[in-house]
Nanobody, 124 residues
Framework: QLQLVESGGGLVQPGGSLRLSCAASTLTLDPYAIGWFRQAPGKEREEISCISSSGHLMKYADSVKGRFTISRDDAKNTVYLQMTSVSVADTGVYHC?????????????????WGRGTQVTVSA
């Protein structure tokens, strides 16, 4: 069973930056595509970015394109989400999830393992 643990959330001012981490505490992340999802208060969970198992393919939601960067370091068994130029609209709980699906990007239902999330609050 793959276990994912998110970290790096916190309070950040509008326009600031934050880096989230998604670490695997069991098994290796190598074979998995990893997605980052955001759940804002009162809204459905939204997929904001994903990266292929090779690290060569990335996808971003329009809402974060040009501001967020996803990357992975398989030697550290960790996937990162670098957030820049954040706004209040980026507030939410950020979850990472892993998919073993052969295609990219994975469909939402193809994510098999989920972390519990880390809270990001953007406020002045």
């Amino acid at each position: 069973q793959l276990q994912l643990v998110e970290s790096g959330g916190g309070l950040v001012q509008p326009g600031g930056s934050l880096r989230l981490s998604c670490a695997a505490s069991t098994l290796t992340l190598d074979p998995y595509a990893i997605g980052w999802f955001r759940q804002a208060p009162g809204k459905e969970r939204e997929e904001i970015s994903c990266i292929s198992s090779s690290g060569h393919l990335m996808k971003y939601a329009d809402s974060v394109k040009g501001r967020f960067t996803i990357s992975r370091d398989d030697a550290k068994n960790t996937v990162y989400l670098q957030m820049t130029s954040v706004s209040v609209a980026d507030t939410g709980v950020y979850h990472c999830a892993a998919s073993f699906a052969p295609g990219f990007p994975p469909d939402r239902h193809e994510y098999d393992f989920w972390g519990r999330g880390t809270q990001v609050t953007v406020s002045a």
